[in-house]
């Protein structure tokens, strides 16, 4: 059973920090690339952040580059989102989620919601 289990989030003032983590089970680690998604009311889902596992490489968007640092640690089968300096325009459902390349998504996990109040 491939699971990704999102969690992490919680309320934090504009200007905080905040991370969340993904833990991964039921496949090969190595062998996908992990991507941060995140959904704002109202609005659609987007990619946030990537890391290859394989060979640490790394993609942010532009929203969050700077302030956003993807990691992941092999040994545990988790990937981290450290948040820092969070605006309230980063609050939505950050998803985790699993696939051969960037971008290109196998498998979704449940959302952690992140709140990052003014």
């Known amino acids: 059973d491939v699971q990704l289990q999102a969690s992490g989030g919680g309320l934090v003032q504009a200007g905080g920090s905040l991370r969340v983590s993904c833990v991964a089970s039921g496949f090969t680690f190595e062998d996908y690339a992990i991507s941060w998604y995140r959904q704002a009311p109202g609005k659609e889902r987007e990619g946030v952040s990537y890391?290859?596992?394989?060979?640490?490489?790394?993609y942010y968007a532009d929203s969050v580059k700077g302030r956003f640092t993807i990691s992941s640690d092999n040994a545990k089968n988790t990937v981290y989102l450290q948040m820092n300096s969070l605006k309230p325009e980063d609050t939505a459902v950050y998803y985790c989620?699993?696939?051969?390349?960037?971008?290109?998504?196998?498998?979704w996990g449940q959302g952690t919601l992140v709140t990052v109040s003014s």
């Open positions: 890391i290859s596992t394989s060979d640490g490489s790394t």
């Open positions: 989620a699993a696939g051969p390349d960037l971008w290109v998504v196998d498998y």
